[in-house]
């Protein structure tokens, strides 16, 4: 009897685990997510980005993506990754009901405001806080919703940009393979280059002197000297694709005269780049006809590009 009553035990004890495990399991998951609507994001018009009291807005006119008021031309890698996440929203977990969001960072001092709009119309409004410790996931609250929620994938990272980090950085653009010639200005003087494309030796008729005439020189002054080939192409090639290291607040274009050096390439529209007296940081102010507001450029890009005529004819320094 004694056995009957010890098994009779057990048996009533893996019962009720049990029924607390389903009953658990059961109130864990009795919760529907919200269904989100589908939002294309080609389909977005204007997107604001609310942090605090300050709100940056970006909208689209045409194919160009501005940050507003400022009107200043926004980056597009840095646009598409916040419309992709904005409009790929995607929740995974409820995760609290408590209306406490201090460790959500979801406080108003700490959240991320985000309304994305077609046209005027809004088509989606939330609030991102911290990425999870997984980061592979965010921490969200929609609109009219005091619930947290658990969204897919680090969504904080491409909205957690000032506006100085959103601007479109290009300071200068263009195809090199269509250069056509390249002039500079420095303090010892100016020297224009003319590139010619001829890159194999002419070949004499049959009959004649078979040895092959000399190919005229890539880069060639109007004396017909030869310059330096790499030094040419060196600037040649950190122009083409420019970009700037952040740009002067608070002065415009028209604030700048007298540079120490100005280049300018041979191109369909001709690229112009004039670079200033070394300002802070060891940062050189700079404009070009490019970009309409001044920029700064680091001392080793400028290097790069500020090439007096000597050193580019390949001539060797006088003792």
Not at 143 to 156: C, K, L, P, S, W
Request: charged residues 30%; hydrophobic residues 35%; glycine residues 6%.
């Amino acid at each position: 009897m004694k056995f009957k009553r010890e098994y009779l035990f057990l048996a009533v004890i893996i019962v009720a685990l049990v029924v607390y495990l389903i009953f658990k399991n059961t109130d864990r998951t009795h919760y529907s997510l919200p269904e989100l609507p589908g939002v294309n994001q080609s389909e977005i018009t204007r997107i604001a980005i609310q942090r605090g009291d300050s709100i940056v807005t970006l909208e689209r006119r045409d194919e160009r993506w501005l940050i507003q008021p400022q009107g200043y031309p926004a980056d597009k890698g840095k646009v598409d990754k916040i419309l992709e996440a904005a409009a790929g929203l995607s929740l995974s977990t409820l995760v609290s009901e408590s209306k406490s969001y201090t460790q959500y960072e979801l406080t108003d001092e700490t959240r991320i405001g985000i309304e994305a709009f077609r046209d005027d119309v809004s088509v989606r409004k939330f609030d991102i806080g911290k990425v999870a410790s997984t980061y592979r996931h965010t921490f969200v609250r929609l609109e009219g919703d005091h619930r947290v929620y658990q969204a897919r994938d680090d969504i904080r990272r491409p909205f957690d940009y000032t506006i100085d980090k959103l601007r479109d950085n290009v300071a200068m653009k263009y195809d090199r393979d269509s250069v056509t010639g390249i002039t500079v200005t420095g303090t010892e003087g100016s020297l224009t280059l003319t590139k010619n494309d001829t890159a194999m030796p002419v070949t004499p008729p049959i009959g004649a002197d078979s040895i092959q005439s000399e190919p005229p020189p890539k880069w060639q002054a109007a004396d017909g000297r030869a310059a330096d080939e790499q030094t040419v192409d060196r600037i040649v090639i950190s122009l083409s694709n420019l970009t700037c290291d952040g740009y002067i607040i608070g002065k415009t274009k028209e604030d700048f005269s007298e540079p120490i050096y100005t280049v300018t390439v041979g191109v369909a529209e001709p690229a112009i780049l004039s670079i200033f007296e070394k300002g802070e940081d060891d940062k050189y102010p700079a404009v070009s006809n490019q970009n309409d507001y001044p920029f700064w450029l680091p001392e080793w890009r400028v290097k790069q590009i500020m090439k007096e005529p000597a050193e580019i004819m390949g001539e060797k320094p006088e003792k």
